[in-house]
């Protein structure tokens, strides 16, 4: 699914303008990015929590060369779904 296909879902079931979803979809997108850059998390209820979490500079090696090198620290994003979530998922 894609963010259009969201918003065509959206404009679907409540009727408003295109464009008035499609700007509402972008801010909840936009507000969402922006609270992860600054490292809090995003909880949204019956779906799951969006964390950032930081990653330690560790020891690799590159599979093309077989050359070992040092993997930088870096930010990474998780997600954990609520268990509504997951039952929707695996109901059956």
């Keep these: 699914m894609t963010k259009a296909d969201i918003v065509e879902n959206i404009f679907d079931k409540v009727g ?7 700007d509402v979809v ?7 990015k922006h609270t992860l850059a600054k490292g809090e998390e995003v909880k949204l209820s019956s779906f799951g929590t969006f964390t950032v979490k930081q990653k330690r500079p560790r020891r690799g090696r590159n599979p093309k060369t077989g050359q070992d090198m040092t993997i930088t620290a ?16 695996n109901r059956k």
């Design 16 to 22: 408003l303008l295109k464009k008035d979803v499609s």
């Design 26 to 32: 972008e801010l909840v997108f936009e507000t969402i």
């Design 74 to 89: 870096r930010k990474v994003l998780s997600f954990k779904s609520s268990h509504i979530l997951r039952d929707i998922m």
